[in-house]
């Protein structure tokens, strides 16, 4: 069974496309360390089956899932009615 993740801060680049606006994803353990996992390895983690990553803005959670474009996978927040992207609209990881 996959461990369900908060998202709480993403590194990203000034590029528009979106498969290279995310590098990274990060957040806070239980032990309140932080934590950061590049964007290839926090899309292979979900695919395996080992991790599942949600955001929560204004005490509304959603998910975050795989997406493609252009055949580059890139992570994203299912459709939540809210713009921009909640995934692209978090702070900045330390």
């Not at 292979?44 to 997406?67: D, L, N, P, Q």
């Amino acid at each position: 069974m996959a461990d369900n993740i908060q998202v709480k801060c993403i590194k990203k680049t000034n590029r528009t496309d979106p498969h290279e606006r995310i590098h990274g994803i990060g957040g806070v353990n239980p032990s309140g360390t932080n934590w950061y996992l590049p964007l290839d390895d926090a899309i292979a983690g979900i695919e395996a089956g080992k991790w599942k990553f949600y955001t929560s803005v204004a005490g509304k959670s959603v998910w975050v899932v795989i997406a493609t474009h252009n055949g580059h996978k890139y992570l994203k927040t299912e459709a939540d009615g809210l713009q921009p992207n909640n995934l692209l609209s978090l702070p900045g990881c330390p």
